[in-house]
């Protein structure tokens, strides 16, 4: 019903920035929350960051000061700013979007995007 296409991710040296995109499609009435969230070997799933309809954000301690969470509803797209990166942001990230579809509200997850950060 929802799909989401991730984009963005690479390869980044310590100190380095990316900018990750998440664009939905489908049959989609509404978009509430948006997310993204990320993944380290070994790890639990951990929320980076949220953001509502309208505008309202949150971070997760690990990347508050050096994450920005945007998205623009014209486009169902969210997106992830990461600045300052260090090798502790090493993850697969998937972006997220809780969303109405006809007939029923659910979320959605996007297939994950490598980040590496490394020198």
């Known amino acids: 019903q929802v799909q989401l296409v991730e984009s963005g991710g690479g390869l980044v040296q310590p100190g380095g920035s990316l900018r990750l995109s998440c664009a939905a499609a489908?049959?989609?009435?509404?978009?509430?929350?948006m997310g993204w969230s990320r993944q380290a070997p070994g790890k639990q799933r951990e929320l980076v960051a949220t953001?509502?309809?309208?505008?309202?954000?949150n971070y997760a301690d690990s990347v508050k000061g050096r994450a920005t969470i945007s998205r623009d509803n014209a486009k169902n797209t969210v997106y992830l700013q990461m600045n300052s990166l260090k090798p502790e942001d090493t993850a697969v990230y998937y972006c997220?979007?809780?969303?109405?579809?006809?007939?029923?509200?659910?979320?959605?997850w996007g297939q994950g995007t490598q980040v590496t950060v490394s020198s």
């Open positions: 953001i509502t309809i309208r505008g309202s954000t």
């Open positions: 997220n979007v809780h969303a109405r579809v006809p007939g029923s509200i659910s979320d959605y």
């Open positions: 489908g049959t989609i009435t509404t978009i509430y929350d």
